[in-house]
């Protein structure tokens, strides 16, 4: 019998990058819309007392390795989302040639990036 | 049979796309927006990182950090990347139930429960992280 010819090859690597994609959707679905509330809109306009977004208050927040813990998955793991579906976003509005150097980019960014949250979460400690 | 003689693949042949393809059609382009969420998320998050930068700096960084996201560009790409977060969320939970397929026929929960239970899960988990952000 002969096999179809895929167009994408899957290689050993896809259900750890897959993994990681779906964590981060996750995240992303159910965390990400209220920070983008209060702090990207809400507290920038004025809808918040100023007292909201603090120094002081952000300072003692970020002290707790809870908060820490927390924002790193918040931050890292979107990350992974972002690189696997912009991956697939790009060859298909036409970007085939790189196929293999345009996986190592997005998810070597990703891993980039979430080695320099890392990086910062600890310092802020 | 020896690999020399070993018959050709047969070629593909695949349609030459133009690069508007997505623009042509609703659901084409309601994909490319979904996709395009998650770039909104992750400029979002490293912004975010960026102010946990500046707060570690010190108070005047922090204070320029403030002013910077109280300007009107980065307001607008902050409501476009609520807009799309929120857009993103509710694809997410529509999608969900898709990959219920690994169940047993007839034990699949409907979709519409997964939809309902997923959002009214997302927003009790919004009040309490704006409770934790706020409270105090």
């Given at each position: 019998?002969?096999?179809p010819q895929r167009f994408y090859k899957r290689a050993a690597s896809d259900p750890f990058w897959w993994s990681l994609?779906?964590?981060?959707?996750?995240?992303?679905?159910?965390?990400v819309p209220i920070h983008i509330l209060i702090h990207g809109i809400a507290a920038p306009v004025g809808l918040m007392p100023e007292s909201a977004v603090a120094y002081e208050r952000m300072r003692a927040l970020i002290q707790s390795p809870w908060v820490r813990l927390y924002l790193f998955f918040l931050i890292s793991l979107p990350l992974f989302h972002?690189?696997?579906?912009?991956?697939?976003?790009?060859?298909?509005?036409?970007?085939?040639?790189?196929?293999?150097i345009l996986a190592v980019l997005c998810y070597g960014a990703a891993v980039v990036l979430t080695a320099v949250t890392i990086g910062v979460l600890v310092r802020a400690g | 049979m020896s690999a020399a003689h070993r018959p050709q693949p047969t070629p593909v042949y695949h349609r030459a796309l133009p690069a508007s393809w997505w623009l042509t059609n609703r659901h084409y382009f309601l994909y490319v927006v979904r996709e395009l969420t998650a770039?909104?998320?992750?400029l979002f998050l490293?912004?975010?990182?960026?102010?946990?930068?500046?707060?570690?700096r010190g108070p005047e960084a922090y204070a320029a950090f403030l002013r910077l996201v109280r300007s009107p560009?980065?307001?607008?790409?902050?409501?476009v990347a609520l807009l799309l977060a929120?857009?993103?969320?509710?694809?997410?939970?529509?999608?969900?139930?898709?990959?219920?397929k690994l169940l047993p026929a007839g034990r699949e929960a409907p979709p519409g429960a997964v939809l309902t239970g997923s959002l009214v899960a997302w927003l009790i988990l919004s009040a309490l992280i704006g409770w934790g952000l706020l409270r105090g």
């Amino acid at each position: 019998m002969v096999e179809p010819q895929r167009f994408y090859k899957r290689a050993a690597s896809d259900p750890f990058w897959w993994s990681l994609f779906a964590a981060g959707g996750t995240v992303a679905a159910f965390l990400v819309p209220i920070h983008i509330l209060i702090h990207g809109i809400a507290a920038p306009v004025g809808l918040m007392p100023e007292s909201a977004v603090a120094y002081e208050r952000m300072r003692a927040l970020i002290q707790s390795p809870w908060v820490r813990l927390y924002l790193f998955f918040l931050i890292s793991l979107p990350l992974f989302h972002w690189a696997h579906r912009f991956r697939f976003l790009l060859e298909d509005l036409g970007l085939h040639r790189g196929r293999a150097i345009l996986a190592v980019l997005c998810y070597g960014a990703a891993v980039v990036l979430t080695a320099v949250t890392i990086g910062v979460l600890v310092r802020a400690g | 049979m020896s690999a020399a003689h070993r018959p050709q693949p047969t070629p593909v042949y695949h349609r030459a796309l133009p690069a508007s393809w997505w623009l042509t059609n609703r659901h084409y382009f309601l994909y490319v927006v979904r996709e395009l969420t998650a770039l909104f998320i992750a400029l979002f998050l490293l912004l975010y990182l960026y102010g946990i930068v500046q707060l570690e700096r010190g108070p005047e960084a922090y204070a320029a950090f403030l002013r910077l996201v109280r300007s009107p560009g980065v307001i607008l790409f902050d409501v476009v990347a609520l807009l799309l977060a929120v857009y993103h969320t509710v694809t997410w939970f529509t999608l969900t139930p898709r990959l219920q397929k690994l169940l047993p026929a007839g034990r699949e929960a409907p979709p519409g429960a997964v939809l309902t239970g997923s959002l009214v899960a997302w927003l009790i988990l919004s009040a309490l992280i704006g409770w934790g952000l706020l409270r105090g």
